[in-house]
């Protein structure tokens, strides 16, 4: 009787093991998104084709397209838990009316995100009513500096990101050493040279006249654009900056 119970309680533990199953970590999220499906609210919410929602991860920085406008923030990982905060967007209007409306329930969906999972290849963003599927993307090419078209996407000032407004804010460089752009208000034309640290512009003007929302936005860009910049190209993402961490980010026209 007394080995019979050993083997039996033997038995037990053996089977009890045997339910445990190890509990997968979540896969590094670091890379290109699109989303190809979402809920928002307990919704699910209507794609677009011709608009898609795309989603870039990487070494604590969040961006994107949201169908209409790019956007950008902040994110951290902890096990299966991501938290994404500090989100800022461009502020374009875009036709028609379902893109701003997609547009508003992802921004809005995306700030209740809590975890993360992969389901097979794709990622998956979930949390109180909502649930981001996307697929992964190849990265984008690196952009050059000279011939591309800069976008202006967010204002930095220290710590603080801030979206742009007013009227598309280009820059575009040219292998002669010229340059020519639009602070959203005004436009500016000037010249610059390459130094050991970075860019330096050699002359700049600008003409036009801003009101009085944009004033801050135009002072930023000429502040920069004067002074002798950092350049650093990511991908499709170009930050200019000067000392004082103030700085501008552009994303290259697709």
């Known amino acids: 009787m007394k080995r019979t119970a050993i083997v039996l309680v033997t038995l037990v533990l053996v089977a009890a093991c045997g339910d445990v199953r190890p509990i997968a970590e979540p896969l590094d999220p670091t890379g290109g998104w699109q989303l190809v499906a979402g809920m928002v609210d307990g919704q699910n919410i209507t794609l677009i084709d011709s608009h898609p929602v795309t989603l870039d991860l990487n070494d604590g920085v969040i961006g994107g397209t949201s169908a209409c406008n790019s956007y950008g923030g902040e994110y951290t990982v902890?096990?299966?838990?991501?938290?994404?905060?500090?989100?800022?967007?461009?502020?374009?209007?875009?036709?028609?009316?379902?893109?701003?409306?997609?547009?508003?329930?992802?921004?809005?969906?995306?700030?209740?995100?809590?975890?993360?999972?992969?389901?097979?290849?794709?990622?998956?963003?979930?949390?109180?009513?909502?649930?981001?599927?996307?697929?992964?993307?190849?990265?984008?090419?690196?952009?050059?500096?000279?011939?591309?078209?800069?976008?202006?996407?967010?204002?930095?000032?220290?710590?603080?990101?801030?979206?742009?407004?007013?009227?598309?804010?280009?820059?575009?460089?040219?292998?002669?050493?010229?340059?020519?752009?639009?602070?959203?208000?005004?436009?500016?034309?000037?010249?610059?040279?390459?130094?050991?640290?970075?860019?330096?512009?050699?002359?700049?003007?600008?003409?036009g006249q801003c009101s009085d929302d944009l004033a801050a936005q135009d002072n930023s860009v000429v502040t920069v654009l004067e002074g002798d910049y950092m350049v650093e190209i990511e991908g499709q993402s170009m930050t200019l900056t000067i000392a004082g961490n103030e700085g501008l980010v552009y994303r290259a026209e697709s």
């Open 78 to 207: 902890d096990g299966a838990t991501i938290t994404v905060g500090n989100i800022f967007m461009t502020e374009m209007a875009c036709i028609p009316q379902e893109v701003m409306d997609l547009e508003s329930q992802y921004l809005g969906g995306m700030v209740n995100v809590t975890s993360y999972a992969m389901d097979g290849t794709n990622l998956v963003l979930s949390g109180n009513g909502v649930e981001f599927s996307y697929e992964p993307v190849d990265a984008p090419p690196t952009a050059e500096m000279m011939g591309t078209v800069w976008v202006l996407e967010t204002l930095i000032n220290g710590e603080t990101a801030s979206s742009v407004g007013g009227e598309r804010a280009t820059l575009e460089f040219f292998s002669d050493g010229s340059f020519l752009g639009s602070t959203g208000c005004r436009n500016l034309a000037g010249h610059y040279v390459e130094t050991a640290t970075g860019v330096a512009t050699t002359d700049l003007t600008v003409a």
